[in-house]
């Protein structure tokens, strides 16, 4: 007979936590598996019903996200000289030629810009702010750190309006500017809060060991506190990107052309000649991409911050 | 190497009063001890030298220079924190030669200096470690390392063996007397255990509430408390107080204790009321001739010797006579001490009354 373990799972248990996760897991993948898919179908597999699992794949949505394009005659088809390049061939099986790019990569290098940009500027106000908040005595810092909290208290868009007229007041409409602001603002609560609780969990003796060394006290901060709160800073760095990168109210309301960033630009594909799903879905797909890259290459940190506090180093 | 003067030093936190007008010196290379109960002031006494804290008023000179304002990295002194405070994210070299790098110092003497420390430690094998793995006293030997690789002017440490358990605490605390002695530096330290503070100090300062109880070398402090307070948290045993009703005058040279006379040291201080009559455990013998008497409630038995309580119309004693003795508890003893050695306190006070044999070590503290 075997031993008997208090803490040890047994075999049956873990068959049956191993089927809850892969059924949750594709539970909340087939979403994303969807998407994906639906990114390499012709149009007419896309819309297809019952819905096409095993089809032909095909680029054209990805041609279609990136290029706008001219219905083409057969016949005048013919007095064109042949397609020169790969997206050039898939256009012309389509029948059309390509008469341009999108905006779409200027959309999404905005999405970048602002993502990112506004992710920076959390991320270094916030580290400062609750290094302070953690380490010094601050005059009413439970009530500042209420006031700082209490403006994640209604959804954001309630100050739509206001955000909407202050900005177009300063110029700040439609401007990477104006929305890494933003972003920034709706974040700092969260990061501040975040990175509080982390840069606590630093023992006070790290800095005054420093300090005694002859560090000065900001020396301490980056050389010693900084590399301490690393995996802190990796997570906060996490939520706050994914919530300017999949920002959407404000996007619309505040952005139109120079300045927008992805999210308000993929849903208006869709209205450029028919229905073009794959499109739609190639874009979102591709819009995926930095988060996930960024998450990945966090993502040892995202673990240790999710349990922070859980555990004692 | 330096001699540190401490003037009036007091720091407020809020309201709360941490430390209240403590004076006292601590001279060159001595081993100095800051001893008392847990909030008493030592710690923020010690920071305040060290320049963690800044003190509300007072005055701090290391060397002749006056730096109670001045920052932590301005003061050349080393600090050794109770949790080691090593830097996680450095291994063994990096955490002993980080003092050095703020210096600017040139890259071969680092290593030189890292080196001949790591030998000092008996170190030199685990120095590419991270300190991570290491064990509690590998960990308090690093961070030795990282306050003697400077050659400051003093060494300030804070509870360094509280982290320890005790069969390496009594290694480490041999391991750093030693190594002061071959130093020499000034040290100061930090500690609740009056026992540590007995064997290693040179010099010991008492605190209690935020004030210097009494300063002096551990013999002093030992035989000639300032207080009851002194008396009661060194020694263990601690000092016996037989408490009486009655006056003592100047020049008296014996109390009477339940209608017994006892000789004490002649005073030369009078007090009327509450006075309690302090002797150490083993100042008491038990004589069976001895009319003043006591019940035996208990005896411990410690090898060499033991420690018989007793119960004596004036409170309970307790007595560190030879193991050889023979006592029966439930019994009556006759008791007498060592009049020499007997010390009268005030009891409301709790203040010593001078007598020609406390008068040397009490009148300058």
């Known amino acids: 007979m075997s ?38 179908k012709s149009p007419e597999d896309a819309i297809s019903y019952p819905p096409k699992v095993i089809f032909e794949p095909s680029l054209e949505g990805y041609v279609n996200l990136f290029t706008t394009r001219t219905r083409v005659t057969t016949s005048m088809e013919e007095t064109l000289l042949p397609p020169e390049t790969w997206y050039d061939e898939i ?17 999404f290098t905005n999405s970048v810009i602002i993502g990112f940009g506004s992710t920076f500027f959390s ?18 810092k439970e009530d500042l750190l209420f006031f700082i909290l209490s403006t994640r208290m209604m959804p954001p868009i309630a100050v739509a309006i206001p955000i909407f007229l202050m900005f177009r007041q300063l110029g700040l409409n439609d401007t990477h500017l104006g929305m890494i602001l933003l972003y920034t603002a709706v974040n700092l609560s969260l990061s501040v809060w975040l990175l509080k609780g982390f840069i606590d969990e630093i023992p006070l003796e790290y800095e005054e060991a420093a300090l005694i060394d002859g560090y000065t006290r900001f020396q301490a901060f980056y050389k010693v506190v900084l590399p301490q709160a690393a995996t802190g800073i990796a997570s906060t760095a996490i939520f706050c990107l994914i919530f300017a990168w999949n920002e959407y109210a404000f996007a619309v309301l505040l952005t139109s052309g120079s300045a927008q960033t992805a999210p308000p630009f993929i849903p208006t594909i869709i209205g450029v000649g028919g229905q073009d799903w794959p499109a739609v879905a190639a874009g979102a797909t591709i ?27 | 190497m330096a001699q540190i003067i401490i003037k009036n030093l007091r720091k407020d936190f809020g309201n709360f009063t941490a430390v209240k007008s403590s004076s006292f010196t601590i001279e060159d290379g001595e081993f100095f001890m800051l001893l008392g109960p847990s909030g008493c002031g030592k710690t923020t006494t ?62 071969a003497k680092v290593k ?135 006056t003592v005058g100047i020049g008296d040279t014996s109390v009477e204790l339940d209608g017994h006379v006892f000789e004490v040291p002649s005073q030369l201080e009078g007090c009327k009321g509450e006075i309690a009559f302090g002797v150490r455990p083993e100042h008491v013998t038990l004589d069976p001739e001895e009319g003043y008497s006591g019940k035996v409630i208990a005896i411990e038995y410690l090898g060499t010797s033991q420690i018989v309580t007793l119960e004596t119309p004036n409170g309970t004693l307790k007595a560190r006579i030879a193991s050889t003795q023979e006592v029966v508890v439930g019994e009556m003893a006759g008791i007498s001490f060592n009049p020499k050695t007997v010390t009268l306190f005030n009891n409301e006070t709790g203040v010593a009354l001078l007598s020609v044999n406390n008068k040397g070590v009490l009148s300058d503290g």
């Open chain 1, 3 to 40: 031993g008997f373990s208090v803490t040890e799972p047994s075999k049956r248990q873990k068959w049956f936590a191993g089927i809850l996760v892969i059924t949750y897991a594709m539970v909340t993948l087939m979403p994303l598996l969807w998407i994906i898919a639906t990114g390499f």
């Open chain 1, 91 to 107: 256009a012309r099986d389509s029948g059309t030629v390509i008469s341009g790019p999108t905006r779409y990569g200027q959309r």
């Open chain 1, 123 to 140: 991320i270094f106000f916030g580290t400062l702010a609750a290094y302070a908040f953690s380490r010094f005595r601050v005059p009413i």
């Open chain 1, 287 to 313: 819009f995926l991409i930095p988060v996930m890259i960024f998450t990945i290459l966090l993502r040892k940190h995202l673990l240790r911050g999710i349990t922070f506090g859980a555990v004692r180093k």
């Open chain 2, 46 to 107: 010690l920071r305040m030298i060290a320049g963690l804290e800044l003190p509300t008023s007072g005055e701090i000179y290391i060397d002749g220079e006056e730096v109670s304002q001045k920052r932590a990295s301005q003061r050349d002194i080393a600090f050794v924190f109770q949790m080691f405070a090593l830097y996680p994210h450095m291994n063994v070299r990096q955490n002993i030669s980080y003092p050095l790098k703020s210096q600017g110092m040139p890259k």
């Open chain 2, 112 to 246: 030189e200096r890292v080196a001949k420390v790591a030998k000092i430690l008996g170190i030199e094998d685990i120095l590419n470690k991270p300190v991570g793995g290491l064990s509690g006293g590998d960990r308090q030997r690093i961070a030795l390392g990282r306050a003697i690789v400077r050659e400051p002017k003093a060494f300030m440490m804070d509870e360094p063996l509280g982290a320890l358990d005790a069969e390496f605490r009594e290694h480490m605390s041999a391991e750093l007397r030693a190594l002061h002695d071959r130093m020499g530096a000034t040290t100061v330290y930090v500690t609740h255990d009056q026992l540590e503070a007995m064997q290693m100090g040179d010099k010991i300062v008492v605190m209690n509430h935020g004030s210097v109880e009494q300063f002096g070398v551990p013999q002093d402090i030992y035989d000639w408390p300032a207080t009851m307070f002194v008396a009661t948290f060194i020694g263990s045993p601690s000092m016996n107080f037989l408490r009486f009703n009655g």
